[in-house]
Nanobody, 119 residues
Framework: QVRLVESGGGLVQAGESLTLACAAS????????VAWFRQAPGKQRDLIAG???????HYVDAVKGRFTVSRDNVKNMIYLQMNNLKIEDTADYYC?????????????WGQGTQVTVSS
């Protein structure tokens, strides 16, 4: 069992950067896939970035070129570096990790951290 806890959310202005961190209570080394999802008010929770199969990265078009997902298997941490933030990036952000890329229902999930981007 792995418990994930996100941190680093907050209020920033458009154009600024923010790094989200996700601390795991256990080792994440056996978990092939790590991912970040976000849920805006009134919207569904969507995948925005992930790593799997070693170094295969996946980003949705809305964040491609601005966000970078990474993992540290020694520190058991997952990160999301977010640059050039936009108002539409405002959402609750969730980290997740699992054994199989795409099998999100079986992933370990964090409780989320709120990111608000103002103009």
């Amino acid at each position: 069992q792995v418990r994930l806890v996100e941190s680093g959310g907050g209020l920033v202005q458009a154009g600024e950067s923010l790094t989200l961190a996700c601390a795991a209570s256990g080792t994440i080394s056996p978990l092939d896939a790590v991912a970040w999802f976000r849920q805006a008010p009134g919207k569904q929770r969507d995948l925005i970035a992930g790593l799997h199969d070693g170094d295969s990265a996946h980003y949705v078009d809305a964040v491609k070129g601005r966000f970078t997902v990474s993992r540290d298997n020694v520190k058991n941490m997952i990160y999301l570096q977010m640059n050039n933030l936009k108002i539409e990036d405002t959402a609750d952000y969730y980290c997740a990790a699992g054994y199989v890329w795409g099998d999100y229902g079986s992933y370990y999930w964090g409780q989320g951290t709120q990111v608000t981007v103002s103009s």
